[in-house]
Nanobody, 121 residues
Framework: QVRLVESGGGLVQPGGSLRLSCAAS????????MGWYRQAPGKERELVAS???????NYTDSVKGRFTISRDYAKNTMYLQMNSLKYEDTAVYYC???????????????WGQGTLVTVSS
């Protein structure tokens, strides 16, 4: 079994910062792309940022210059540094990874359980 576990969410004031972590565990053979998604109340889930196995990075326009995605490949962990947070960043943040286990071929998408980020004064 492979699982992703997010941490680091919480309540922060506008203009503040948070750092999210996503740790992959289990019988991991390798990981391709990973990404952070978010879902605000009443809205569809959207891709926030992604990072491939060769460190190619993409951001959605609304977070460019404020959020930074990174990976520690040795620890199978991904991070999202969020600065200058705005009210509209409030959402449940999910991590996603294309992960191959030792027991199966292919790289199915694996999701974490989500962590809530609330930006409020």
């Amino acid at each position: 079994q492979v699982r992703l576990v997010e941490s680091g969410g919480g309540l922060v004031q506008p203009g503040g910062s948070l750092r999210l972590s996503c740790a992959a565990s289990g019988t991991i053979f390798s990981i391709k792309a990973m990404g952070w998604y978010r879902q605000a109340p009443g809205k569809e889930r959207e891709l926030v940022a992604s990072i491939t196995s060769d460190s190619t990075i993409n951001y959605t326009d609304s977070v460019k210059g404020r959020f930074t995605i990174s990976r520690d490949y040795a620890k199978n962990t991904m991070y999202l540094q969020m600065n200058s947070l705005k009210y509209e960043d409030t959402a449940v943040y999910y991590c996603n990874g294309e992960i191959r286990s030792y027991w199966h071929q292919g790289y199915p998408a694996v999701w974490g359980q989500g962590t809530l980020v609330t930006v409020s004064s």
